[in-house]
């Protein structure tokens, strides 16, 4: 097994952890906390279940970190929209996603999760990201799933 799969099967198994216990309210203000701890010191990128104690001397209020958060998952969102429904992925990306879909939402969050990485999102930041982007674009929408993204997006 290599690092990098390592690594990737360790960032799913934090994102699975987060969506059983954490909101996507909750996700916002982690992924905030996670930015600016990142920021701060980079070598924890490595610890793809990164949840960092709030200190306001450096990370300023909750609602900041929460905007930052849902900047956060607008930002990749946007992106993992064009690589999958926007043509400029892999057609092996689309089908990989689609096919978790209709697996439910703990594969649809791994398949998530591993296209984050593979866009060289942190592994933290991915982890909880993905668990937010399947929620509130993914999931809901069904067979219907790059109509509903593309949509929801647009109103974001």
Known sequence: MTTDTALEEKTIAAAETFAAEKDDEALYV???KQEKALARDPSLATQPALDPDYDSSHMGLVDDLKDI????VARWSRALYDLVCGG???DAD???LMDALNVGEAATIGAVTALLLGMAVP???AAAASVVIVRK????AGEEVCLFWGEQLDEA
Not at 69 to 72: A, C, D, L, N, Y
Not at 137 to 140: A, G, T
């Open 30 to 32: 982690m992924l905030g």
């Open 69 to 72: 958060g849902k900047r956060i």
């Open 88 to 90: 400029q992925g892999e």
């Open 94 to 96: 689309r089908k990989k």
């Open 123 to 125: 592994p933290p930041i």
């Open 137 to 140: 674009f993914l999931m809901p």
